[in-house]
């Protein structure tokens, strides 16, 4: 049986839900980011206790098929950019499409009916996110984080850092190692 979660976005997430499927007794096949499979079905009160449980942790059991459908796609978009070790070189529609096996077009519009803002939007939101990762962690450059998530050139990415941030990404990187001295100073 799956379960889908609302807001499981990070491996801190997964260590809480297989917690709280222990607790509960339940047995689970896979938990990935978005979603459990577990082996056995679950009654009704534990699926309430479950999702007692994981509210307190910021965490929501999902039931509605737009909901669900919403977080697979957020789910694909955040382990794309976030978690693998290489941002796919194919366009992020056909990625998004073929990993959940719908038309991109009919994905589009339920994600801009639910959340407000297109699909393109949130994945330049955790583009973004993950440039200002790599930018604090200074081990690759500008150019190289450009290339690395397949940005047309650097200036697009820093037009694009710039038009989130209110930054640059340069402004950025000096922002957080004087950060970095002052804590230091502590």
Avoid: W
Wanted: charged letters at 30%; a positive charge; proline letters at 1%.
């Amino acid at each position: 049986m799956k379960l889908y979660i609302k807001y499981m976005v990070s491996l801190r997430c997964k260590m809480v839900v297989r917690e709280e499927l222990k607790k509960l007794g339940l047995h689970y096949v896979i938990v990935t980011l978005g979603m459990v499979e577990i082996l056995e079905d679950i009654t009704e009160e534990q699926k309430r206790q479950l999702n007692e449980n994981l509210r307190k942790s910021g965490l929501e059991l999902l039931d509605d098929k737009k909901s669900i459908l919403i977080e697979k796609i957020k789910s694909v978009i955040v382990e794309m950019i976030h978690y693998a070790d290489e941002v796919p070189r194919v366009n992020y529609s056909e990625y998004i499409s073929d990993k959940l096996g719908y038309n991109y077009t009919y994905l589009a519009n339920t994600f801009s009916e639910v959340k407000g803002i297109t699909i393109q939007q949130y994945i330049i939101k955790h583009k973004i996110e993950k440039v200002k990762e790599l930018l604090l962690y200074d081990e690759l450059n500008i150019t190289e984080i450009s290339y690395r998530l397949h940005y047309s050139s650097v200036a697009h990415l820093s037009n694009q850092f710039k038009k989130v941030t209110g930054l640059s990404p340069t402004f950025y990187k000096k922002l957080g190692q004087r950060r970095k001295k002052n804590l230091e100073d502590l």
